[in-house]
């Protein structure tokens, strides 16, 4: 496995090994063991989670606030995303900053997102199907989102590289909070 360290401290790309021949491959995509020996604060996989979007869907940015927070690791099985993370952590040194990452299954790439992190994606192509590995349980009462679009993020969605005149999102998502009226939820250290 290798970790490519993002913009964003403790979030990290994750490039599982793949072995394989003109049969197709084999990949551990994912050995708690070695997250564990790369310092990367995974809990138990407590649920597994897959959602399949149209090409322009966004989903997010969505987060769990205290005691449910969690932890993902993130791929896209079919299709293609432009995965989006911010750092919700106060006392971070990238608090309110965020990053992408383009995810497809022909780059193999998993994202490893902290708690603390509101998460979501663009999906790039009809039939995407992503996956989410999660350290705690869904917990609707303590569901949170950002608006996906907030002017003072200025998040760069890439929606005009990709041909997405719409973008296509769910009722809850269009009436995030804006991110200067989230309360602070996450305090590096303490989650």
Same mark, same amino acid.
């Given at each position: 496995m ?7 401290d @403790? ?5 599982p090994?793949k072995f394989? @021949?003109?049969?197709?491959?084999f *990949?551990?995509?994912f ?5 564990k020996?790369?310092?990367? +604060?995974?809990?138990?996989v407590v649920?597994?989670?897959? *959602?399949? *979007?149209?090409?322009?869907?966004v989903?997010g ?15 896209c099985?079919n299709? *293609?995303?432009?995965?989006?993370? /911010?750092d919700?952590?106060?006392?971070? +040194? ?8 383009? /995810?497809?299954?022909?780059?193999g ?7 603390g992190?509101?998460h ?10 992503f996956?989410?590995?999660v350290?705690?349980?869904y917990s ?6 950002? /608006?996906?679009?907030?002017?003072d993020?200025n998040?760069?969605w ?9 973008p296509?999102?769910?009722d809850?998502?269009q009436? +995030?909070?804006?991110?200067? @009226?989230?309360?602070?939820f ?6």
């Amino acid at each position: 496995m290798k970790l490519i360290k993002t913009e964003l401290d @403790d979030c990290y790309i994750i490039e599982p090994d793949k072995f394989g @021949d003109e049969r197709g491959y084999f *990949s551990p995509f994912f050995i708690e063991k070695q997250l564990k020996d790369n310092n990367i +604060n995974f809990g138990a996989v407590v649920q597994c989670n897959r *959602s399949l *979007s149209s090409k322009g869907i966004v989903r997010g940015l969505h987060f769990q606030k205290n005691p449910k927070c969690q932890a993902k690791i993130v791929e896209c099985l079919n299709g *293609s995303v432009l995965d989006v993370v /911010l750092d919700l952590r106060e006392g971070s +040194n990238t608090f309110g900053k965020w990053t992408s990452v383009l /995810l497809t299954p022909e780059n193999g790439r998993q994202l490893f997102v902290p708690r603390g992190f509101a998460h979501g994606f663009v999906s790039l192509e009809d039939n995407t199907l992503f996956q989410y590995l999660v350290d705690n349980d869904y917990s609707k009462e303590d569901e949170e989102g950002i /608006l996906w679009n907030d002017p003072d993020l200025n998040i760069d969605w890439k929606l005009e590289e990709y041909g997405i005149d719409n973008p296509i999102l769910s009722d809850k998502d269009q009436n +995030n909070k804006m991110f200067k @009226d989230c309360p602070i939820f996450f305090k590096k250290g303490e989650i």
